[in-house]
DNA sequence: ATCTAATTTTGTAATCGTTACAATTTTATA
DNA sequence: TATAAAATTGTAACGATTACAAAATTAGAT
């Protein structure tokens, strides 16, 4: 995967931090908050600010290759966009899984009445491993 | 509606300010703030302070009566629960519109992997209103 | 009714995530 | 190399939420 090049193609100088900042959120697809970004590149990039953390991402969702993840109240987290998906966090473990979902297939009454921009799908319950560990 | 009879059917005794706090919820369907709701109340409750409105919305939501909104990362609105909607927010105006979906016609390929205990869908767009407007 | 204990409400202070802002550093251009 | 523009950084400010203890209200027993 060649961010820098990813970066450029969406308007965005692909400077150091940024590049760091997009990898973390490909690769790791935890949808990790801002805390957790920063603490993970704060070793590699040892000047790195958690403010630059903010700016880059809020960069990142203008320029549209980043999402925001709100499936909880207290927290949010960040996706690198890909193919349109929906999002699971098992209320046990805390993790948040991707979710195959064909978006396109939602009916509803009121569809005459809006036009629909974005959809976010997000479900909550238990994973498997969870639910194998409880009982 | 009895909003007495239905907090005390669902385990919360019926104070003055859980009954005026639900019946709002119940009432205004915009899907208020925290700060709508007590905006809202303390003319009626003088004494009313913003931590009863948290606690009580909190004793709503772990006795299954209220829900939150996280459509949109900085602000968690309150929804007094019916039946399953969804929920569309005009970027435009701003208002939360209630959805009927059928939420059971979702159908994911990683159904068996969890066990879904909750589905919050939300759309953004433009309403029609605003739509008219603009154009 | 009255006393006592339990519950609820309230106000203040603390906390934590996020943003504002100005200074510094880095990058691009002439 | 000099200058301007852009990006990064650190600190301070902000605002929503929570912690906590005091005050007020309610419920139960006598």
């Known amino acids: 995967m060649d961010f820098v090049h990813l970066l450029i193609s969406n308007n965005i100088k692909p400077s150091l931090q940024?590049?760091?900042?997009?990898?973390?959120?490909?690769?790791?697809?935890?949808?990790p908050t801002v805390d957790t970004i920063y603490s993970n590149l704060v070793g590699d990039i040892p000047t790195l600010s958690k403010t630059t953390v903010y700016n880059t991402l809020k960069l990142f969702i203008?320029?549209?290759i980043t999402s925001t993840v709100t499936i909880e109240d207290n927290e949010v987290r960040y996706d690198a966009?890909?193919?349109?998906?929906?999002?699971?966090?098992?209320?046990?473990?805390?993790?948040?899984?991707?979710v195959e979902i064909d978006i396109s297939a939602l009916k509803f009454k009121e569809i005459k009445s809006f036009k629909v921009e974005k959809t976010n799908i997000y479900l909550?319950?238990?994973?498997?491993?969870?639910?194998?560990?409880i009982n």
């Open 18 to 31: 940024r590049i760091k900042i997009f990898e973390y959120l490909y690769d790791n697809r935890e949808h």
């Open 62 to 64: 203008d320029n549209g």
């Open 81 to 98: 966009i890909m193919e349109e998906h929906g999002h699971f966090k098992c209320d046990n473990c805390g993790n948040v899984y991707d």
């Open 124 to 133: 909550k319950g238990k994973c498997n491993k969870c639910l194998n560990k």
